[in-house]
């Protein structure tokens, strides 16, 4: 009977500690996750920004050798990621294709188009203030003609990404403060089933640290494993996503935000279960010997 009791209770404790398990993994893969959206969300975000363009039209006539010294001074000023020429031709080309016709055919000839310098800012001058402040000093060159940008556009794309960017860091403070009650909770139960073993060690002498030692080792063991497992279910969605889709997720551009994010997920996993596992044991050390059935 003992040895059936015995082959019970061992059996009870491996699947507690697969369940503790997988739940840590299963909270920590929703955290990765989710810090991984909002790498991609910023990503997205600083795309877009330098998409961004000002268009800086020249008078006509003006030679390609003063434009292309001009778009040399733009190439090396702060702020300015790349820039592009679109010369008349270029420009009437295009328009054409828009069209599905030669356009300048009904104008004898004549293009109207100007020659101009397509500008990209970095993304911390993509706002409406530096995009002004540029345009009005690239207009006061003698060459230029115009500097034009889409105002309101950028306005409401900047305001979009703030209200955005607050939404994202609002959802991922509430998965995070979940996350850590769910594994706090799942801990605290792993804990319970060892109440008595607890108290009784503290009754023949042990101290609290030494009680209190191997449960945190083991805990934080489990805490490594599951921040490893819910890595490696993050890699293969990653892989799988890029090979399904053709899209360029993993990338030497891209490489340290994702060694970021899973050092922030080891580091939670170790944080989270050492931090829930101490105060759940310390609970245990404390608690009066009437309390402990109900506890």
């Given at each position: 009977m003992s040895k059936q009791e015995d082959k019970y209770t061992k059996r009870r404790l491996r699947t507690s500690y697969i369940t503790?398990?997988?739940?840590?993994?299963?909270m920590l893969f929703v955290l990765g996750f989710f810090g991984l959206l909002i790498m991609q969300a910023n990503t997205i975000k600083k795309h877009v920004k330098e998409n961004i363009q000002l268009n800086v039209f020249m008078h006509k006539g003006v030679k390609e050798a003063e434009i292309f010294r001009l778009k040399k001074s733009l190439d090396a000023s702060d702020g300015i990621k790349s820039t592009k020429y679109i010369s008349a031709q270029e420009a009437a080309n295009e328009y054409s294709k828009e069209l599905g016709e030669d356009f300048i055919k009904y104008l004898d000839g004549e293009n109207p188009m100007h020659a101009s310098i397509m500008v990209h800012l970095t993304e911390d001058y993509a706002n409406v203030d530096s995009l002004k402040?540029?345009?009005?000093?690239?207009?006061?060159?003698?060459?230029?003609?115009?500097v034009k940008f889409h105002k309101d556009y950028v306005k409401a794309l900047n305001e979009n990404i703030a209200g955005l960017s607050i939404i994202l860091l609002v959802i991922g403070g509430l998965m995070l403060l979940i996350s850590i009650v769910l594994i706090s909770n799942t801990i605290r139960l792993a804990v319970y089933a060892h109440r008595f073993m607890i108290r009784?060690?503290?009754?023949?002498?042990?101290?609290?640290?030494?009680?209190r030692r191997p449960f945190v080792f083991k805990s934080i063991f489990q805490g490594i494993i599951a921040a490893l497992l819910s890595i490696a279910i993050l890699v293969t969605i990653l892989?799988?996503?890029?090979?399904?889709?053709?899209l360029e997720l993993i990338?030497?551009?891209?490489?340290?935000?994702?060694?970021?994010?899973?050092?922030?997920?080891l580091l939670l996993g170790i944080l989270i279960t050492w931090l829930s596992t101490f105060f759940a044991v310390n609970k245990y050390l404390n608690i009066n010997m009437d309390k402990l059935y109900m506890a």
């Open positions: 503790s398990l997988t739940s840590i993994t299963l402040h540029i345009a009005d000093k690239i207009g006061k060159n003698s060459i230029v003609e115009e009784t060690m503290k009754l023949i002498g042990a101290t609290k640290g030494f009680i892989f799988q996503l890029q090979q399904k889709y053709d990338s030497a551009q891209n490489i340290n935000n994702y060694l970021y994010v899973f050092a922030g997920i």
